[in-house]
């Protein structure tokens, strides 16, 4: 075999190469099943599109050399639940759900009414999921439609791979941070026109409605329209917190409970993604199930705001699509990997542990999954996008040990390099 040669970029702003190959130990979630399969010495390549054209054990006469030394190669971080306009307020402990809100969110989303601000936020935000080899998130933006445009616009010229739109909030928070139904609406039409399906499908603009309390029926149902209409996804949050919960019926007294809020209004089905879902009965899950949303299971920002442990095996049982979600910044890191412990520990709390290797299958496989994303990224196949990262790890070919280090060794391993579609992603 010939030395593979790298294969450079020449779009303008993306400073990014594309290997024709990456060689090294290889961590391939299963299609089906949250299992994980390693292979010891893998010759991944990778065409000029940026497609997986051959995925296997490199042949004996292979003449591209290990390309990350010490690493393993695995398909890229898939983050199903951030926020962008938290990264310089993440780790504020100003206390529960509504209290964190009013103290440390608000006040700082408020800022986001400055594009420039926005801007450099973006770059910030940007420059930390790169670090973590996040390749791919669900992204609430700020309620400013600057500030999402300038997200977009970020995320177009770095290379990543999103699914973002305007937050939606019209009533019942302070004012700055609040816009009315009919601005909003044109907002996310003019985002929808600008940005959805941008590159190939790299950008996608989903209807991101903050959660019920923040919404009035009139926005939630318009909201739902757009969604079905054009085919978006939905992006909320549900049942995170007590106390949100009975503001949230006592706000829509019709409601039988809080899912019921989202179906009277059209924003439950295939392409709704619902994070926390702390709190849900059992009724409520065996709808979720019915309707084929998914769930982002956010456990560092549920310990670090008291909200609860999410039953995880609720969804699981039910074979409801599940990611995983920073949910930075009530979440204290933008790493999937410690997410993935969080998870670990929080089914330990619940009383139905999760094994470390389905763990990194919904860090991957699974958040592609819940983002309606299974047929293109999250596994390392062929005829797949080359979504890929190569993070340090021990040297061992003893699976259960290789994926322990990955998710449980907080200081070791960091992320050497990230691709999406086969291009090196720069911070």
């Given at each position: 075999?010939?030395?593979?040669?790298?294969?450079?970029?020449?779009?303008?702003?993306?400073?990014?190469?594309?290997?024709?190959?990456?060689?090294?130990?290889a961590?391939?979630?299963?299609?089906?099943?949250?299992?994980v399969?390693?292979?010891?010495?893998?010759?991944?390549?990778i065409?000029?599109?940026?497609?997986l054209?051959?995925?296997?054990?490199?042949?004996?006469?292979?003449?591209?050399?290990?390309?990350?030394?010490?690493?393993?190669?695995?398909p890229?971080?898939?983050?199903?639940?951030?926020?962008?306009?938290?990264?310089?307020?993440?780790?504020?402990?100003?206390?529960?759900?509504?209290?964190?809100?009013?103290?440390?969110?608000?006040?700082?989303?408020?800022?986001?009414?400055?594009?420039?601000?926005?801007?450099?936020?973006?770059?910030?935000?940007?420059?930390?999921?790169?670090?973590?080899g996040?390749?791919?998130?669900?992204?609430?933006?700020?309620?400013?439609?600057?500030?999402?445009?300038?997200?977009?616009?970020?995320?177009?010229?770095?290379g990543?791979?999103?699914?973002?739109?305007?937050?939606?909030?019209?009533?019942?928070?302070?004012?700055?941070?609040?816009?009315?139904?009919?601005?909003?609406?044109?907002a996310?039409?003019?985002?929808?026109?600008?940005?959805?399906?941008?590159?190939?499908?790299?950008?996608?603009?989903?209807?991101?409605?903050?959660?019920?309390?923040?919404?009035?029926?009139?926005?939630?149902?318009?909201?739902?329209?757009?969604?079905?209409?054009?085919?978006?996804?939905?992006?909320?949050?549900?049942?995170?917190?007590?106390?949100?919960?009975?503001?949230?019926?006592?706000?829509?007294?019709?409601?039988?409970?809080?899912?019921?809020?989202?179906?009277?209004?059209?924003?439950?089905?295939?392409?709704?993604?619902?994070?926390?879902?702390?709190?849900?009965?059992?009724?409520?899950?065996?709808?979720?199930?019915?309707?084929?949303?998914?769930?982002?299971?956010?456990?560092?920002?549920?310990?670090?705001?008291?909200?609860?442990?999410?039953?995880?095996?609720?969804?699981?049982?039910?074979?409801?699509?599940?990611?995983l979600?920073?949910?930075?910044?009530?979440?204290?890191?933008?790493?999937?990997?410690?997410?993935?412990?969080?998870?670990?520990?929080?089914?330990?709390?619940?009383?139905?542990?999760?094994?470390?290797?389905?763990?990194?299958?919904?860090?991957?496989?699974?958040?592609?999954?819940?983002?309606?994303?299974?047929?293109?990224?999250?596994?390392?196949?062929?005829?797949?996008?080359?979504?890929?990262?190569?993070?340090?790890?021990?040297?061992?070919?003893?699976?259960?040990?290789?994926?322990?280090a990955?998710?449980?060794?907080?200081?070791?391993?960091?992320?050497?390099?990230?691709?999406?579609?086969?291009?090196?992603?720069?911070?």
């Amino acid at each position: 075999m010939k030395t593979v040669v790298s294969q450079n970029s020449a779009e303008p702003g993306i400073k990014n190469d594309r290997p024709a190959a990456l060689r090294g130990r290889a961590l391939c979630p299963h299609a089906a099943g949250m299992r994980v399969d390693l292979i010891a010495d893998a010759l991944i390549e990778i065409d000029s599109t940026g497609r997986l054209t051959s995925v296997g054990p490199a042949p004996a006469d292979c003449a591209l050399a290990e390309s990350f030394p010490g690493a393993v190669l695995l398909p890229g971080f898939v983050d199903a639940h951030i926020h962008f306009p938290q990264t310089r307020v993440i780790g504020s402990a100003s206390g529960p759900l509504l209290e964190w809100l009013d103290r440390s969110v608000f006040p700082e989303e408020s800022r986001f009414a400055d594009r420039a601000y926005a801007a450099a936020v973006a770059e910030e935000f940007i420059d930390a999921l790169i670090a973590q080899g996040t390749t791919c998130a669900a992204i609430f933006s700020s309620s400013h439609p600057g500030a999402t445009d300038e997200l977009f616009m970020a995320l177009d010229r770095r290379g990543l791979r999103a699914l973002s739109g305007l937050t939606l909030m019209d009533r019942g928070m302070p004012p700055a941070p609040t816009l009315d139904a009919p601005a909003a609406l044109t907002a996310c039409d003019d985002l929808r026109r600008r940005w959805h399906g941008h590159d190939g499908g790299r950008l996608r603009v989903a209807m991101v409605p903050r959660f019920a309390l923040s919404c009035s029926p009139d926005l939630l149902a318009a909201a739902g329209a757009m969604a079905r209409r054009h085919e978006l996804f939905v992006h909320t949050h549900i049942a995170e917190n007590r106390d949100e919960i009975r503001a949230t019926l006592s706000a829509f007294p019709d409601a039988k409970d809080y899912l019921d809020v989202y179906e009277r209004h059209g924003l439950v089905g295939e392409r709704t993604v619902l994070a926390h879902a702390i709190w849900m009965s059992g009724d409520e899950w065996d709808r979720v199930a019915r309707h084929g949303a998914a769930i982002a299971h956010c456990p560092d920002s549920n310990f670090f705001l008291g909200s609860g442990c999410m039953p995880l095996r609720e969804p699981l049982t039910r074979e409801c699509r599940v990611g995983l979600g920073s949910d930075m910044g009530a979440g204290r890191t933008f790493s999937m990997r410690r997410v993935a412990s969080s998870a670990y520990d929080a089914a330990l709390v619940a009383g139905a542990p999760v094994s470390p290797e389905a763990l990194l299958w919904l860090a991957t496989a699974g958040g592609a999954r819940a983002l309606g994303l299974s047929e293109s990224v999250g596994h390392l196949l062929p005829g797949y996008e080359g979504d890929i990262v190569a993070v340090d790890a021990p040297d061992t070919a003893d699976l259960p040990a290789l994926i322990d280090a990955l998710i449980f060794r907080h200081d070791a391993g960091p992320v050497r390099a990230a691709y999406v579609r086969g291009r090196r992603l720069r911070n």
